[in-house]
Structures are given as C-alpha cells and as structure tokens.
C-alpha cells in the first residue's frame, strides 16, 4: 500500500517569507514517482514537478525548489521569497511501479496563505 | 493546446436523481483519469482509460458509477440514484503515457465538476 503524508494542515506566512512544505511517503516500491501539485482556489490541479525514485538530487526552478531524501523518506518543497499569488492548497502525491504508474495517491494538501 | 476540459463546472442535484459528467482530455493524449476530491482530502483515484479500454477501476467505484470513453476521446462519468455522500469535486486527468511509456507519464487535470447532492 501507498501512503502520503503531509503534517502541515495550513501555513500563514507573509510575503517575501521563505517557507518549506513538508511531505513523507510510504510505498513497498523500488521505483517510483514524486509530484507536486498546486491547486488554487479555481479548484484547477497544476503540476509542478515530478521526480523519479532514483533521482535525489535537488532541484530548484525560479523561487521553488524541492529537497528528496530517499532516506527519510521525504520530498519537501521550497518557496523562496513567497508571493501572495503562491496562495493555494498543495498536494504531494506517489506513483508506483506495482500500478503500473497509473494511480496516483496523493497527501490531504498543505494550505499555504500569504498575507501581504 | 487547449487543457483538459469539464462540463459543467458544478451540479446541483437531489438525492436520488442520475448525474453525468464529461471530460474532455488534452488532444491525442492516450489516458484519461477520474479522482474524487472532497472538502479537506485530497483526490482520490476512481478509475481510468487506456484510449477506449477501462483498464481499472478502484474500490471507491461502486455500481452506482460508471464511467465510458467511447471512441477513445473524451468520457463521461455517470452517477445513478445519487447520495449525499457523493457530494464532490470530480476531477479528470489526461496524459500522454502507454504501457510502456507509464513511468515517466505526467497527469494533467481539469477544472473539475463540483456536485452538491441536496
């Protein structure tokens, strides 16, 4: 079974602030998939990022930036200098190899609110 | 190139009543998927398409739901006798993999169709 973790229920920062989501999967896969999605009010899921299980290096695109730790079991997601419009709901999610990478399982979201 | 698309966007209905919901996927994309999203959770999978092929469907899609891709384009996902319990946000996916591209395939989501069961 897949699980996907992610502690934060909602974040208040203010703007410029750096702040880090938090996100810890489960899986009995040796190959997988990480996601990052961003879902903001309009209720639109959009993909940020994928990452494949054998792939720890960090990566960093403009102010985001993704940390994955195979050892911790963790892909916890940066954003540098945080703009109001960063205000949306993200969600982790895990694809694995025994579904065929079609299922994804996503975590209950992190709210994130910016304030200016 | 236009995203994926739903229609409506939202639903209201009575208990009891059938509902059906379309999705169109982003063009030529092989693989079409339908999640459940309710207030606080994140989505969860209900089934999805390999073109026309349902090729699973998850625990969460009792006989009440059926779900069709005719022709392997866009698809319809049907709920008969509806309960307040189905109160959601169905979101549809589409993504370009095959079987043997799945690994490296990358879902992209509509807008959704919230349904308000009264």
């Known amino acids: 079974a897949q699980k996907v973790t992610q502690a934060q229920t909602e974040i208040s920062v203010v703007e410029k602030e750096d702040v880090t989501l938090d996100c810890v999967y489960e899986t009995r896969d040796t190959t997988y998939y990480l996601f990052w999605y961003k879902q903001p009010p309009s209720g639109e899921l959009v993909f940020l990022i994928r990452r494949n299980s054998f792939d720890e290096q960090n990566e960093i695109s403009g102010r985001y930036s993704w940390n994955f730790q195979k050892s911790t079991s963790s892909f916890n997601f940066t954003i540098t200098a945080s703009q109001v419009v960063d205000s949306a709901v993200y969600f982790c999610a895990l694809s694995g190899r025994n579904s065929g990478y079609s299922t994804l399982t996503f975590g209950k979201g992190t709210m994130l609110l910016v304030s200016p | 190139d236009t995203g994926v698309s739903q229609d409506p966007r939202h639903k209201i209905t009575k208990r009891g009543q059938n509902v059906t919901f379309r999705c169109d996927p982003i063009?030529?994309?092989?693989?079409l998927y339908w999640y459940r999203q309710t207030l606080g959770q994140g989505p969860e999978f209900l089934t999805y398409f390999q073109n026309e092929a349902q090729l699973e469907k998850s625990r969460l899609l009792s006989d009440r739901f059926s779900a069709e891709r005719p022709k392997g384009s866009f698809s319809t996902l049907e709920i008969q006798r509806t309960e307040q319990g189905d109160s959601a946000m169905y979101l549809c996916?589409?993504?370009?993999?095959?079987?043997?591209?799945?690994?490296?395939?990358?879902?992209?989501f509509g807008p959704g169709t919230r349904l308000t069961v009264l």
């Open positions: 996916a589409s993504s370009s993999g095959t079987v043997t591209t799945a690994s490296t395939d990358t879902q992209y």
């Open positions: 063009s030529e994309h092989n693989r």
